[in-house]
């Protein structure tokens, strides 16, 4: 009876030591990373998009040879911002093709989007309006000296607030993303001092803050550039932010970093809906995977999942003459009232 029981708890012991080895999973590391990393992981049946991407790339070394299993692993996380890249020079391996759900309804013209809110030359303007309200356009801001870029704008807000400027229209339906640091470094005293954003990772947990401090702008506790703190902008002066299908990005996120702000209005059109932080996660010295990670937060920690919303809907229409611009009136009403 004794040499039965001990027969009977080896047994018990085998069955629970396979048990547990067949419980273990193994990923690929681009998906096991993919997995603990992408904002829409709870979406994604992650051991059969493992079991296809082995089939595509299985025996394959070269870049070239893993660009089918690589463009299957971006589509499968339906993530619209996710990319694979060369850590070398950037050039592009592959992005998302799969659909996209329009969260605003709007169609995006692709050649306006090619020629104008993509067309390098654009550069930041702004003049004074009448009734001491200022424009400031701020379109999308590419590679370059980041401290360069923020004086840039940084000096065309003192220069209007030498004038008298006292009401600010900011501008960003033009704003295709790219690098924002220099985008909110520059507009940081309008902004406002503290927590303006961050982002929630895929656990909802805060996984990064901005903030400007003394008009510094920190990105995540790293200052982006040597700012100084003028000009002073009182948060009593009326800010309204102008939206629309074409503001992706880091363009939503400029916005999102307004949203809470005291006497600040949101006119146009919801934005093109790429509220996601990328992260930059290097594989191996030719594949770098970038997907979204993290999504934008506002100062008050409201998670903008689908895009960024106004409080006055009222449709963009390219190439207008500002005194034509339905936004742009809209905007100076408000302000002056």
């Known amino acids: 009876m004794k040499r039965l029981l001990l027969c009977l708890i080896f047994l018990q012991m085998l069955s629970s030591c396979w048990t547990s080895k067949t419980v273990d999973y193994v990923y690929h590391p681009i998906v096991e990373k993919a997995k603990e990393t992408s904002i829409y992981t709870n979406q994604v049946n992650w051991k059969e998009v493992n079991q296809k991407f082995l089939q595509l790339t299985d025996g394959k070394e070269s870049i070239d040879e893993m660009k089918e299993g690589l463009q299957y692993l971006v589509n499968s996380l339906g993530d619209k911002h996710a990319q694979f890249r060369s850590p070398k020079d950037h050039t592009l391996i592959v992005s998302y093709t799969g659909s996209i759900s329009n969260e605003n309804k709007l169609e995006r013209d692709v050649n306006y989007v090619n020629n104008v809110i993509n067309n390098p030359s654009a550069k930041f303007s702004y003049r004074l309006l009448e009734d001491d309200i200022a424009y400031l356009n701020v379109v999308g801001i590419g590679p370059g000296d980041v401290k360069e870029q923020s004086d840039f704008i940084r000096k065309g807000i003192l220069e209007l607030k030498a004038k008298k400027a006292n009401k600010w229209i900011l501008d960003l339906?033009?704003?295709?993303?790219?690098?924002?640091?220099?985008?909110?470094?520059?507009?940081?005293?309008?902004i406002g001092e503290g927590l303006i954003g961050g982002a929630l990772n895929n656990k909802n947990e805060v996984s990064r803050v901005y903030k400007i401090e003394k008009g510094q702008f920190e990105n995540y506790g790293r200052i982006a550039c040597e700012m100084d703190e003028s000009p002073i902008i009182a948060q009593s002066e009326k800010v309204v932010v102008l939206l629309s299908r074409y503001t992706i990005s880091s363009g939503e996120l400029l916005a999102v970093s307004f949203k809470g702000r005291a006497n600040t209005r949101f006119i146009g059109e919801e934005t093109a809906g790429y509220t996601t932080g990328n992260g930059y996660d290097i594989i191996n010295d030719e594949i770098v995977m970038i997907i979204s990670q993290d999504i934008f937060m506002d100062r008050n920690q409201k998670a903008y999942k689908k895009n960024v919303d106004v409080d006055d809907t009222i449709p963009f229409v390219p190439y207008l003459e500002m005194d034509k611009d339905l936004q742009i009136q809209a905007a100076k009403n408000w302000l002056i009232r």
């Not at 033009?174 to 005293?189: D, K, R, T």
């Open 173 to 190: 339906r033009f704003n295709g993303g790219g690098n924002m640091e220099p985008m909110i470094s520059g507009l940081a005293p309008l």
